[in-house]
């Protein structure tokens, strides 16, 4: 009897449907990186948030609110829905019909582009009605915050329960995420925060604002929010005027933030130089002497998986941060301190040659290799992969856990 014939798979073509809660900018976070990687494979429709009702006139005069592929990937389309589909919360049926038809707008975006699945990628908890209001193949969450932003722990949404348990997959940021809310998840992994590792470990000119502040540079490169810890930054700075203070980021608009940062401007050692595209920012880091990661210590921060450790890591610089839990995971790498005495001891070593010896530069980057987003996105098609009964992807390299132990874990 010969032999029996495969039967071909169908041609089968994903789209995704990204809902986010901001626009699409040059100042990326996690989501920006999983999802201009994907758009290097498959058509992605990055949906930012409607405008409110009240901005109708304003949005008619501007036009169409339908936006061109990014500059670069050109399958990556951001869309902002048509001034005739606001935002509206009541009545709730007719809020509900324009979700809907915004979301069947981004659809057909994908549809036009040859796509035949759609997967829809929810980042956050705000989008729980989603899955019933438009045709899909698959669905997945991505939990890349503690979407509370309490300093003191919330319980669980109910919005975000429904998600977890509804959707196909959920990705996970953070260990400590994964204790409290995987077993709650209809189909966990752990995809902690990742780096352009080439863009940060390759040598760069040291960009201009940076190079017209004295040295040594004690650096941070990141969002400005209420969630660092700005008296003990202020402290510190105002102890060691020998020290520049260089923060190179946007800073939210956060009730007292504005207040806390004109405070320690008034230092003449400390710089502030503003927000930069995340193709620029990889050169600051390592012209930095030392990274810092000032954060508060509460229970927010114990949730998250800074996305500038991976960073500062890749650039091999020596790093000082506060006793966080990700941090304490990681103490063997980021030297760890409290008050601003304890600071000065923790910058003042990391000044030293021997915490920039090569083979401390190597430990950094070695560890920052394992956690590419090149990696991750593959660990997160290979889900989509698997649940569209796609071909399997040629297996990516493993995607290693932050040390968490399940000793630290269970101290949560």
Known sequence: MADRVASPLPRVSPGFIALVSHDWNDQWLGRAQILSRIAKQFHVVWCGPPHEWRAIPSR????????????????????????????????RTLALRLFQQRLENARAIL????????????????????????????????????YSFAPVQQPISAEERVLMTSVDEVFIHSPAVMARKGALCSSATLTPNGVDFDAFASSRPI?????????PRIGYSGF??????????????????????????????????????????????????????SRELSAYPQHFDVCMLPYCVDDYTKYIDPLKLSEYMASGRPAVGTPILPLREVSDLV?????????????SASLLPAANAPEERAKRQSWAKTRTWDALVTTILNRVDRRLGLVPLEQAAEVLTPRATQASIARL
Request: net charge negative; proline share 10%; with cysteine.
């Open 224 to 277: 400005l929010k209420t969630q660092l810890d700005w008296e003990l930054l202020y402290a510190t700075a105002q102890q060691n005027p020998q020290w520049s203070f260089v923060f190179v980021g946007k800073a939210l608009e956060q009730p007292g933030l504005a207040e806390s940062l004109a405070r320690l401007d008034s230092l003449k050692n400390v710089h502030f130089l503003g927000g930069k595209p």
């Open 60 to 91: 008619a005069r501007s036009g169409p609110s339908v936006q061109e592929p990014v500059a670069d990937l050109p399958m990556l389309h951001t869309y902002r829905p048509e001034p005739w589909l606001p935002r509206l919360y009541r009545p």
């Open 207 to 215: 960009p201009d604002d940076l190079a017209a502040i004295p040295s």
């Open 111 to 146: 549809e036009r582009h040859g796509c035949t699945h759609i997967v829809l990628s929810i980042w956050n908890p705000q989008y729980s009605n989603v899955l019933p209001l438009v045709k899909h193949d698959m669905s997945m969450y991505h939990i890349n915050d503690e």
């Open 335 to 347: 030297a760890l301190a409290t008050s601003p005495m304890e600071w000065r001891q923790a910058i």
